[in-house]
């Protein structure tokens, strides 16, 4: 173990540890659950969702870390395990404990939310552990997020809308295509440009909606917009980094998702616009913090 490691380790590492600067996401996906699911937010009950889901997301970015930590060595020696700032062990349990407080928080909104808590915590750990090779994993890591909207939905309505199943069919199925392009995002390069054709998943859901009102073009507009640029970026890769930086952007789009989706639940549009405001949120603290 390196000196840093032995010594204690700092904000920083905790921070790029847990990818904190995508959290917004996390949030917003709170937010189109609840509405989806009720029609309303309530901010207490909100407060305490996106609590418990952002430890979830941390933990799991933890474990992440955790699993990798042989492939970082070689692959991502900057990576906190890999360059020794911090000890595996810690990682693990920090990863493990916030998956933990993740489903304590998730108990006093009933039986359904606690086990969609727990399967998103199993599922968490599915990924971490099986991601590297499998060709399965940017599935799982759609099926996290689809889990992120379920347990928001269940949380405040006991039970899963068909809406809400949807939605999260929707969510999972974007989130699968950012999670093909970040799978090779060490080699700055993308092989296979269909897998992105799962980005269109909300907006041929939302294409019935586009007559209602004003909202849902303005929602739809600028996650065409969001997710154009990082394609161009994935395709032409003009400077180096292009692909982790149309990742991050990706990942940041996904506020967008939401808002597109609160727009065609016919929700308030003002959390249309809280959603929206996720995604330069999300890029601005990635300005900062890797997302990836």
Same mark, same amino acid.
């Given at each position: ?6 010594? *204690?380790? =700092? ?12 959290? &917004? ?26 609590? !418990? ?37 810690? %990682? ?15 108990? &006093? ?5 606690? %086990?969609? =808590? ?13 991601? $590297? ?10 099926? @996290? ?6 347990? !928001? ?9 068909? !809406?809400?199943?949807? =939605?999260?069919? +929707? ?11 970040? $799978? ?8 296979? #440009? ?16 586009? !007559?209602? =009102?004003?909202? %849902? ?5 600028? #996650? /065409? ?5 990082? +394609? ?10 292009? +692909? &982790? ?8 789009? /996904?506020?967008? +998702? ?13 959390? %249309?616009?809280? @959603?929206?405001? *996720? ?14």
């Amino acid at each position: 173990m390196s000196v840093a490691a032995a010594h *204690g380790f =700092g904000p920083s590492t905790l921070l790029r540890l847990g990818r904190i600067s995508n959290l &917004p996401t996390v949030w917003t996906n709170v937010i189109a659950g609840m509405v989806i699911a009720r029609g309303s937010v309530n901010a207490s009950e909100a407060a305490l969702i996106a609590l !418990a889901m952002s430890a979830f997301y941390v933990g799991g970015m933890y474990l992440n870390d955790f699993f990798d930590r042989t492939i970082d060595a070689r692959e991502r020696p900057n990576r906190p395990i890999a360059a020794g700032e911090i000890g595996a062990g810690a %990682v693990s349990g920090i990863g493990f404990g916030l998956l933990a407080i993740g489903i304590a928080l998730m108990i &006093p909104f009933g039986l359904p939310a606690t %086990v969609s =808590g727990i399967a998103l915590a199993g599922v968490i750990v599915l990924y971490d552990v099986w991601h $590297k090779g499998n060709t399965l994993g940017p599935a799982i890591m759609g099926l @996290c997020r689809a889990l992120v909207y379920l347990g !928001a939905g269940a949380a405040v309505t006991g039970h899963v809308p068909l !809406a809400l199943a949807i =939605g999260a069919f +929707v969510l999972a199925a974007h989130t699968a295509g950012i999670s093909y392009a970040a $799978k090779q995002e060490s080699l700055d390069t993308i092989s296979n #440009l269909w897998p992105m054709l799962l980005l269109a998943a909300p907006l041929i859901a939302a294409l019935p909606s586009l !007559a209602n =009102g004003w909202i %849902v073009p303005v929602a739809f507009a600028l #996650l /065409i917009a969001a997710d154009a640029a990082a +394609v161009w970026l994935l395709a032409k890769r003009p400077v180096p980094g292009s +692909v &982790p930086r149309a990742v991050s952007g990706l990942i940041a789009a /996904i506020s967008l +998702v939401d808002a597109l989706a609160v727009a065609w639940a016919g929700g308030d549009p003002l959390l %249309v616009l809280a @959603c929206a405001a *996720g995604y330069p949120l999300t890029r601005l603290f990635q300005a900062s913090i890797p997302g990836t």
